[in-house]
């Protein structure tokens, strides 16, 4: 009897404790729910910064002109060019996209040097910079004019959210006050817009803190990136997809659909890195990871050095020798690929994408990226043969923004190799 009675107490006492957590959690959350509100007129500010003001841009009435046309308002960069009014992408071009969404007049030396190496690296493409903001200061103006006399096919423009997001299903979300009401705007704008952009020209999107090591060359047209091997924590830091190919579409849509301002509110990375898994999760279509071990043909070659490419011409007499036994031949990564498998779904091949598994593009884990900044000689492969598999390197600028590069670190020396310039000017990347 008496056993009995604590079994039951103790069953009690379990979901008492279970019930005061659950409220204790839930206080919590509504007492953090309210201090992320963002004033009234705040929402207003930035509506109006970002084109969603209560007057809308008009849609561009002419077509703008195609391809990379550096300081075509104003030789001294002072001025930009507005994306998809003046300029836009050719898309027969190789495209790669880096979006800088903090209106900041400024642009850090760690941004150039990630600039600079997708240039330098992928000699080939047009890169396009772009910025929300209309105008940058002198200094940065400068240091980008600098990065032109060397890049040519660097494009620096103006990008307006409306002007991007207009025609797509993020359109309507974007128009509410509810998008605006967060603490982490300048992630969720560059989470959406990213996607817009590719599927309206196609091409490569990067973050601003990723390095270009080696050219993206025999890859798939369309394809994520993850953190590991499995494709449960993809990435959307990088991907590619030719133009107009539905699936960045139906991520928008994805997006819009389930869009909660409560949880875009309280939770980092709900359009980003989390939206993606959730539509993986969702979506219908099929993915294959790609690794070393079942894919070494999609991944750089044994000895392929780091840095700067005159051309993929350069790669193709470099490179056209037998690694894993594999034909290695240089191809422009947005060319035909030569391996279709698992690229049809009941017949279908938009319903495909391959997943580069975590040595392509997130070597190391972003709580040890710490790491790469200081001296560390055991992260250097053989005769300094650097990250062998990995096209790029991400720097993890939420965790390393204000760390300086140390002379002989990973980076530093990785810096020297793919953007030269920058880092002839500031080798700690932390200059004013």
Partial sequence: MSESSTKT???????GLITVTSVIVVAVAYSHYMEVQVPAEEIRRRREAYGYGAVADT???????????????????????????????????????QIEVSMAMKITHKMLCSIESMCSVNSDAHVWFLV?????????????????????????????????????????ILNSDDFWNTPYLFTQLSDVMRFAIV?????????????????????????????????????????????????????????????????????????GPHG????????????????????????PAPGDPIGKRASSRDDSAR?????????????????????????????????????????????????????????????????????PSSFTLELFNSVTKTTPVEEGSLVDIIAQKTCPLTHSKCPSLMCN
């Fill in 276 to 299: 993606l898994a959730r539509f993986f999760w969702h979506s219908k279509c099929s993915f294959r990871i790609l690794t070393l071990l079942n894919a070494p043909a999609e991944y």
């Fill in 59 to 97: 849609a561009p009435t002419t077509p703008p002109k195609l391809g990379c046309h550096p300081g075509v308002n104003d030789p001294q960069l002072r001025s930009l060019p507005h994306f998809y009014k003046d300029v836009a992408p050719d898309p027969s071009a190789q495209n790669i996209y």
């Fill in 9 to 15: 107490g103790v069953k009690g006492n379990s979901w």
């Fill in 319 to 387: 490179n056209n020798e037998t690694a894993y036994r594999t034909p290695r031949n240089a191809v422009k990564f947005d060319d035909e690929p030569t391996d279709r498998v698992g690229d049809d779904v009941n017949g279908s091949p938009d319903c495909i994408y391959n997943i580069f598994g975590k040595n392509a593009h997130h070597f190391i884990y972003y709580l040890n990226c710490l790491s790469l900044f200081y001296r560390n000689k055991t992260l250097l492969g053989p005769d300094d043969n650097i990250l």
């Fill in 199 to 271: 599927y309206n020209s196609g091409g490569l999107y990067t973050d601003t803190d990723i390095l270009a090591l080696r050219p993206f060359k025999n890859i798939s047209k369309n394809y994520f990136v993850a953190e590991d091997n499995k494709g449960s924590r993809p990435s959307n830091a990088l991907f590619h997809f030719e133009r107009h190919h539905p699936t960045p579409k139906r991520f928008l849509e994805f997006l819009a659909d389930t869009f909660s301002p409560v949880i875009s509110r309280l939770m980092y990375g709900t359009l």
């Fill in 132 to 172: 929300t903001r209309a105008t940058l200061d002198a200094s940065s103006a400068q240091r980008l004019l600098s990065l032109q006399k060397i890049c040519p096919r660097l494009c620096v423009a103006h990008v307006n959210v409306r002007t991007v997001m207009r025609n797509t299903s993020f359109h309507e």
